[in-house]
């Protein structure tokens, strides 16, 4: 089975640009989740989605953080503006879905590490 | 709003040898679900363990085994025989109902040769 999959997987941008993420998720679930790793610490959850429907963007910095789930398959996290305290991993994970029991384990991609400069 | 704390935030010992890192959490439910992650340099945060609260007996996982403590809102990771390749960071986290995964800070595990 193919694990969530994340592009590209490092990016150096100046401040005030703008930068676009992608995650595919495992095949068949229906949850997407993106996280903001900061060095040193545990992941946030930025936002999550539930096949195309947001159920979760509440830390999100709507200001300059938006995201996207077309199709309830792929989804891209993009920044713009860009500052230097966005530099952090960006982490994408999947489950199957809200039903209950093992339906919340996350299946977590490879990270996209971004250098705000 | 559910908290989880991880209070070493490194640890080192020696192949071989057994580790616990501990976790704390903060909940008024009696019904949720909790977590080991390991991430090791590579980043990929990969599932260690799990255990369902309503579930008394403790998880385990070849030589990774948790001491669950309900009452007292602990949930320690046991390492046995440890590897070289279980130095990574290992995050608990926690997630209850349709509500949002939480994770402690983190404790760095260094193995030694």
């Known amino acids: 089975e193919a694990g969530v999959a994340q592009s590209p997987r490092y990016k150096i941008i100046e401040k005030r640009q703008s930068v676009a993420f992608w995650c595919n998720p495992i095949?068949?679930?229906?949850?997407l989740y993106w996280y903001q790793q900061i060095l040193g610490q545990g992941p946030k959850l930025l936002i999550q989605f539930q096949n195309n429907g947001v159920v979760d963007d509440s830390q999100l910095p709507k200001d300059r953080f938006s995201a996207e789930r077309l199709k309830g398959v792929d989804s891209t996290l993009k920044i713009q503006p860009a500052k230097l305290e966005d530099s952090a991993v960006y982490l994408c994970?999947?489950?199957?879905?809200?039903?209950?029991?093992?339906?919340?384990?996350?299946?977590f991609g490879p990270g996209t590490r971004l250098t705000v400069t | 709003a559910q908290t989880v704390t991880q209070s070493q935030p490194e640890m080192s010992v020696q192949e071989a040898e057994t580790v616990t890192l501990s976790c704390t959490y903060d909940?008024?439910?009696?019904?949720?679900?909790l977590f080991w992650y390991k991430q090791p340099p590579s980043r990929q945060m990969i599932l260690v363990i799990r255990q369902e609260a309503y579930k008394q007996q403790n998880a385990t996982e070849n030589r990774f085994s948790v001491n669950f403590q309900k009452a007292a809102k602990s949930f320690s990771l046991k390492i046995s025989d440890s590897q070289l390749g279980d130095t990574a960071m290992y995050f608990c986290?926690?997630?209850?109902?349709?509500?949002?995964?939480?994770f402690g800070q983190g404790t760095r595990l260094t193995i030694n040769p």
């Open positions: 994970a999947s489950s199957l879905g809200l039903a209950g029991g093992l339906a919340y384990e996350q299946y």
């Open positions: 095949s068949g679930h229906a949850t």
């Open positions: 986290a926690f997630i209850q109902g349709a509500q949002k995964l939480v």
């Open positions: 909940t008024s439910e009696s019904n949720y679900y």
